[in-house]
């Protein structure tokens, strides 16, 4: 009597026994799957988001001369510019990635150029008899504020946006161009 009272108590419970075992099954069944998923969600969004946080700030760098350093209407100063490149996978800490000149022209306005010649890349002098910038490839030249003086490069030299902060802290936000567009086509 007992046991068919039990087994009457029993037969009702499995149901709902076999309704938690399912429950639990699909749980794990979820979290196993879930999880490799978003492992490998995570894995291919982070060098996006690593490009996100190392774009940081406004762009400017902070450039290692100040203004009362710079003569007004006097040579260039050339400044290699250093930083941390990132690609899809990789930080690769303090590279070299180009020049800038400054030439300040006015109390407190200062001119920056990309040293890189807009034609094929080569990196452009300055030619202190001549007040020209030179570009020793393929024999160009560029006016002191910046414009072509021959036909071969296809545009000026690339101006860079300058700010003058605390007074005497030259900032430049540093891009390269396209070469061998007449357009200003920033890369990178
Ligand atoms: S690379 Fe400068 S003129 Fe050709």
Redesign the pocket.
Known sequence: MSQAHLELHEHPGEPRRGFITHVLAAGIGLLVGTVPAFAGLAFFLDPIMRKKKSGGGDGFLKMPVTLEALEINGQPQLVKIIMDRVDAWNTYLNQPVGSVYLRRTDKDKVVAFNSS??????M?DYKAADRIYF??????AFGEDGTKQND??PRGLDTLDVDIRNGTEVWVKFQNFR?TTPDKIPVG
């Open positions: 010649c807009p034609h094929l890349g080569c452009v570009c020793p490839c393929h024999t160009s071969i490069p070469a």
